[in-house]
Nanobody, 111 residues
């Protein structure tokens, strides 16, 4: 199983980025998909998740700014991040189900 995350980069505060996570070898349609992040010196935390049925869940810190989307036909999950803040700086990881992790993609938000 491979989860390939991409889309990270350097952006100014107030800007936007869209992260993508493409899965191979598993169809994501049956899985809850999630985006997590880990900032330096901090624990990994859930940012957003979407169930197989489409129910979404967001961390309080990103509500109203981030949107998680799944495209089962493309076997891809996205994280649209708007109004980015310096405190959003972290390595972002995607996860399928309870055990499949992708490699991280670094998001850096400058003030």
């Amino acid at each position: 199983v491979q989860l390939q995350a991409s889309g990270g980069g350097l952006v100014q505060a107030g800007g936007s980025l869209r992260l993508s996570c493409v899965a191979s070898r598993i169809p994501i349609r049956g899985y809850t998909m999630g985006w997590y992040r880990q900032a330096p010196g901090k624990q990994r935390e859930l940012v957003a998740s979407v169930t197989a049925g489409g129910t979404t869940n967001y961390a309080e810190s990103v509500k109203g700014r981030f949107t998680i989307l799944r495209d089962n036909a493309k076997n891809t999950v996205y994280l649209q991040m708007n109004s980015l803040k310096p405190e959003d700086t972290a390595v972002y990881y995607c996860k399928a189900g309870t055990k499949y992790w992708g490699q991280g993609t670094l998001v850096t938000v400058s003030s």
